[in-house]
């Protein structure tokens, strides 16, 4: 297996996978954990169905709590795919020769270290790189169609600070959904020229509500989708606007975004389904229009809303339309004060 990470590729072995397998095969994962639904691949292996696995990643690492440790017939490494004597060797001789054609004013062919920030501009932006990320990541997994354009309305007191590292974090986020870990600083703005999208920074000195404001808008063609956030404190998080809707969320890791009309029985409807697949609740905000207009609901949940779950709900009449967002955890971290 050969795979990010991201919402598409979780657990794209799973049980139903691996009941359509060829009896006697082998499993191998040495890219991340979380790709093969461990649970499932033990059933399979105890069954029979499955003759091996060899896992240098893993879901979850403690032995303890993984059965998987205890079979005969699984290998299990502690990620040593970048470990072996041949990778480091081949590590350590391109570091050398892309450091010896910087020194000669040569081209080279990749970075040799991510781009520079001094101590000072790093205070600056701490506080709202994080949640620049989130709100690139949770656009993205919003967005029906591929991104052409990229605005990003900077209003009040982060509008004055360095604005490069907080727009790269925004694209990090953007393009890790689909790419997963390998973007990062250094490559994410070629990545976004690469992919012929746009990116637009709108600066605004004051906000008719918040010291700080966020803005993100993607477009393609004639479609376009804002999420809005803001840092209240230094250290409070919050989504602001999803579509064209205002709401007031504390995001959290697992979020389940509808929308839907403005009458009663949605919530419970949507309640009884996630009840019933055992997904605990954690809280819930809703905006609309007006009464009995269109609405959205972002419902905080404790678990990974399965794509299963997530057909059943969009069955649901009262609903238009679901989308399960995934936010990583240092996103929601607290910045210090």
Request: hydrophobic letters at 40%; a negative charge.
């Amino acid at each position: 297996m050969h795979l990010p990470l991201v919402s598409s590729t979780r657990h794209i072995i799973g049980e139903e996978e691996l009941r359509q397998v060829k009896p006697g095969v082998r499993v191998i994962n040495c890219a991340r954990g979380g790709l093969v639904d461990e649970e499932a691949l033990h059933q399979a292996i105890t069954e029979g169905r499955v003759s091996g696995a060899a896992l240098d990643v893993l879901e979850v690492d403690d032995p303890s709590q993984n059965p998987l440790f205890s079979l005969d017939n699984v290998i299990v490494t502690p990620h040593l795919g970048a470990s072996t004597r041949e990778a480091q060797d081949n590590v350590a001789r391109q570091v050398v020769e892309e450091v010896v054609k910087s020194l000669r004013g040569e081209p080279v062919a990749s970075a040799v270290n991510v781009p520079g920030f001094s101590p000072e501009v790093m205070a600056q932006v701490k506080p709202y790189l994080s949640v620049m990320h989130l709100l690139g990541s949770f656009l993205m997994q919003m967005f029906d169609a591929p991104a052409e354009e990229v605005e990003i309305h900077y209003s009040g007191d982060i509008a004055s600070k360095p604005l490069q590292p907080l727009t790269s974090s925004c694209l990090i986020g953007m393009l890790q959904v689909i790419l997963g870990e390998q973007v990062n600083y250094v490559n994410a703005p070629r990545l976004v020229e690469e992919r012929g999208i746009k990116v637009h920074e709108i600066c605004s000195e004051q906000h008719r509500s918040y010291s700080n404001y966020i803005a993100v808008t993607l477009k393609s063609g004639s479609q376009r989708y804002t999420v809005a956030g803001a840092v209240l404190n230094e250290e409070d998080i919050r989504i602001m606007q999803i579509g064209d809707y205002v709401i007031d969320v504390v995001p959290s890791r697992y979020m389940l975004v509808t929308n839907h009309y403005d009458k009663p029985g949605v919530v419970g409807k949507v309640g009884t389904i996630l009840g019933e697949e055992n997904i605990n609740i954690a809280s819930m905000q809703v905006g609309r229009m007006y009464i009995g207009g269109k609405a959205v609901m972002v419902i905080q949940v404790d678990d990974v809303i399965s794509s299963d779950i997530l057909q059943n709900l969009q069955q649901l009449e009262v609903l238009h339309s679901c989308r399960f967002v995934e936010l990583k955890e240092q996103d929601l971290i607290k910045s210090p004060r």
